[in-house]
Each structure stands twice: as structure tokens, then as C-alpha cells.
């Protein structure tokens, strides 16, 4: 059934471009209405491009074969992580972009508005956390109890950086009781730094701790758990994308193929050690079995409420420790697509 806004526009309809938004309009599916916003269509119009920067779920969706069925024409770019990741959208070369839960509230900060798409966590992050600390050789550190005094390595726009303020809460500090060296966390920087002893501690992904420990083990280095949850991913988008009817319908489809890529994943282990770290990241097989282990069984929330009230706990304990100014998670969120990923995955 049209709605009244529908039979206004659809009168007001002059050239081909407002048509084609009418249209858009009249086909989207009410359950992506979301207050204050207009809804977001089911079509995606011919000739919609969207440049993502998500390398993994592009290779999930080449080695699926579901690339071909994307209802839109992907240009990918080989970009990850936080800070190049904003800069990409600064310079208007990146629609979206694969992160955890702190570039959204960092890139927010700095006036870029953005908005969170997509969720995604581990069923079991305790027992398989992307991170652990990475302790220098003999800095003789046991547990994050013994973090007092000591030099942390700290990337203040990136999850990494959130992690240590999350663990030092944990511990019962703040930043005001440990020496935070500020660095990026891209490639093997974090471990340089723990093995050159410039740093006590530093959170390391999984992929580095067993090179860390091979290499430096014999001198004492080590890595201990934290116990905390660092299992976020979000799909975020430039507002401005969003307030494209076109592009929003492209985000909508992006959305569904990265679920379906992410569940393709966890069943296809051999595949995808094979096809992404073996071929594409140059690890070894072992490694890559270790990896898509670790990483166990994904889980995508259709109800965003525990999301954001994780995301505003975030928030919150970083304007406390930064000095940023509060934000309100909800707002970083558009819950258009909350339902988006997991009615994707009912459908297969």
C-alpha cells in the first residue's frame, strides 16, 4: 500500500532523477524505517557504485563466489583500520569501511559523521579474545595487577588503545598510574617495541602472539589474558552516503553479503585457511588453522540494545580518560540496518 508521503512525492515527480527516487521509495520495506530518517529501498538503481575498504569479507565473497551477486559494482580498496580507514573518508575515497568499536567514536570526535551498519562479535570472546598483552622480555609482569608504573603502548583512536584503558579500569587504574607511549598498532610495531624493550606491555592480535613468542620467548617475553571483551566489528559509513537513496540501497545490500561472507567463514574453515590466510596473508597453514580456530563461530545481534549500551560504557570510560566530550552511542548507530545482517542469514 502507498502511504500518503508516497502519493505526494510520486505528484511532485518532474524529471527522471526524482522518479527514480520515488520509486526507491515505494520499494523499500517498512522495517528499515527508522525515526527521523526516510526508508532505506530494497532495489539498488543500475549503475550504483560503492568503494569498501573490508579486504577480508572481499575475499570471503570472491572465494564464495557470491561477489558476482553483490546488486552493485564494488570497488574495493586494501584499506584497514581506524586511522586509514577516517582518512580514506576525509578525502572522499571510501563509502565504507570494516572496523572494531573505536574509529566511529574517535572519527565522531574529530567531526566526521559517520554511522555504525553492522555488528558483529564472537559466541565465545573470554576463551578466544583477539588480544592478549604482550610483556616484555623481563619486565616481569604476572597480571594486569602488576601494570602499576609500568610503560603501556597506547593508539588512542584505535580498539587497541580502548583495550588498555579497559584493562587498566579493570585493574583498578587509570591512565594517570602507567606510562602511555602513544604509537600506531598497524604491523609488527607494537611487538618491535616490546622486544626492544621500549615498552612493558602492549596488546598484540592473536596473529602476532605466536611469532612474538617464538622469536623472544626464549628471553622472557610472554603474553597474558586480560579477560575482557575485544571482539567487536562494525561496518561504518560516511553520513553523507547514507543521505544518497542510492548508496544507501547499495550499504543495505553490502550489509546482507557481509553476513553471509562472515557465516561463510565459520563453515568453510578449509576454504578460507587456504583461500585468505595461506594465498592472501602468506601464513602458513598452521597459522591460518590456528587463526580460523581461535576465531570460532560468529554472532551477528538482531537487537542492537546490548551494542550500544556496550558501545556508550565505552564512551564513557574514554571522555573520562581523554577528555572528549560524552556521546550518546545511539546516535552513531542507524538501526535501519539493526535487522538488515540477521534477516540475510534467515534467508539463506
Not at 234 to 253: E, F, G, M, S, W
Not at 282 to 298: F, H, M, N
Not at 339 to 345: R, T
Request: hydrophobic letters at 45%; a negative charge; charged letters at 20%.
Amino acid at each position: 500500500m502507498i502511504s500518503p508521503i508516497h502519493i505526494r512525492i510520486l505528484a511532485s515527480v518532474t524529471t527522471g532523477a526524482c522518479a527514480t527516487i520515488a520509486i526507491m521509495l515505494m520499494c523499500a520495506s517498512p522495517a528499515n524505517a527508522q525515526s527521523g530518517h526516510a526508508p532505506i529501498a530494497d532495489t539498488v538503481p543500475a549503475g550504483t557504485t560503492l568503494t569498501i575498504g573490508d579486504p577480508k569479507t572481499q575475499r570471503a565473497l570472491e572465494l564464495s563466489g557470491e561477489v558476482k551477486n553483490l546488486p552493485f559494482t564494488p570497488r574495493w580498496v586494501n584499506i584497514s583500520g581506524g586511522p586509514r580507514t577516517t582518512e580514506a573518508f576525509r578525502a572522499n575515497a571510501l563509502d565504507i569501511g570494516a572496523v572494531a568499536d573505536i574509529p566511529p567514536i574517535h572519527a565522531t570526535w574529530t567531526g566526521l559523521p559517520v554511522q555504525i551498519i553492522a555488528a558483529a562479535f564472537r559466541k565465545a570472546p573470554l576463551e578466544h579474545p583477539i588480544y592478549k598483552l604482550g610483556i616484555a622480555p623481563g619486565a616481569n609482569i604476572e597480571s594486569i595487577a602488576d601494570l602499576k608504573d609500568r610503560k603501556i603502548a597506547f593508539s588512542p583512536g584505535q580498539a587497541q588503545g580502548a583495550l588498555v584503558l579497559r584493562i587498566l579500569q579493570s585493574a583498578g587504574l587509570t591512565k594517570d598510574d602507567v606510562t602511555l607511549v602513544e604509537m600506531p598498532s598497524t604491523g609488527d610495531v607494537y611487538v618491535s617495541a616490546l622486544a626492544s624493550k621500549l615498552v612493558d606491555a602492549a596488546p598484540i592480535a592473536e596473529a602476532n602472539q605466536p611469532r612474538y613468542l617464538a622469536n623472544y620467548g626464549s628471553s622472557g617475553a610472554r603474553v597474558i589474558s586480560h579477560g575482557l571483551r575485544d571482539d567487536a566489528w562494525h561496518l561504518y559509513t560516511l553520513q553523507a552516503v547514507l543521505d544518497d537513496p542510492a548508496k544507501a540501497a547499495a550499504a543495505r545490500a553490502y550489509v546482507k553479503a557481509w553476513a553471509k561472507a562472515t557465516r561463510w567463514i565459520y563453515e568453510h574453515p578449509k576454504e578460507w585457511v587456504e583461500g585468505y590466510y595461506v594465498q592472501d596473508q602468506g601464513l602458513k597453514t598452521s597459522d591460518g588453522e590456528y587463526l580460523a580456530q581461535s576465531a570460532g563461530e560468529p554472532d551477528i545481534p538482531a537487537d542492537w540494545t546490548d551494542v550500544i549500551a556496550r558501545q556508550q560504557a565505552t564512551i564513557d570510560l574514554l571522555a573520562t580518560e581523554t577528555g572528549n566530550q560524552r556521546l550518546d552511542a545511539a546516535k552513531l548507530f542507524d538501526r535501519r540496518f539493526e535487522k538488515v545482517a540477521i534477516q540475510a542469514l534467515n534467508e539463506q
